[in-house]
């Protein structure tokens, strides 16, 4: 979106509804598929001195794995925000500045890193599938809510490993 008109002129306001491109929030620990979403109601104004101020809102659900099974859990992300931006600052300026408006690209703004940018700050610490998620084994990776399995899941003090050899051989005498 070029925000060219806007900046020239203090005291406009741009309101637009924008379509967000992107599939899914690619981060470090993965990419999250977005099943859902409504487009972006963004509106821009110029509250002076090139100073912009950007008020949005969209709903969109992520498929995020259950932090103990795996499962693809759908979760929703409320986005309602309000930032500014100062477009007198370069794009140098504003990285040393430690400015969070990566989503600014000279006057052009990129509302998908906008939305990406926001949903971070929305993004769950913790996703379950349901409360009693029963998790992996973690000796032969099943699902257990779905199944059990036979593995020995026994954790013992590493220290009592050679006590637990010995009645292991006793057994077998």
């Keep these: 979106m070029n925000l060219t008109e806007v900046i020239l002129e203090d005291g406009k306001v741009v309101h637009s509804i924008e379509d967000i491109t992107i599939g899914a929030f690619e981060m470090p620990g993965g990419s999250f598929p977005i099943a859902e979403k409504t487009p972006l109601d963004l509106t821009v104004e110029n509250t002076g001195k090139k100073v912009l101020r950007l008020r ?27 930032r500014e931006a100062d477009m007198k600052l370069s794009d140098e300026e504003r990285t040393e500045a430690l400015d969070e408006s990566v989503f600014l690209h000279g006057y052009n703004l990129n509302v998908d890193e906008l939305v990406c940018g926001e949903a971070l700050l929305v993004w769950p610490m913790k996703v379950l599938c349901r409360e009693d998620c029963k998790g992996l084994c973690p000796v032969c990776g099943q699902n257990l809510n779905l199944k059990t399995c036979d593995c020995d899941r ?13 009645f292991k051989n006793f057994k077998e005498v």
Excluded at 74 to 80: E, I, K, M, S, T
């Design 56 to 82: 949005g809102k969209m709903d969109c659900t992520v498929l995020i794995p259950c932090d103990r099974c795996l499962t693809d859990v759908p979760v929703r992300l409320p986005l309602d925000f309000e």
């Design 154 to 166: 026994t954790d013992l003090d590493p220290r009592m490993a050679k006590i637990r050899d010995i």
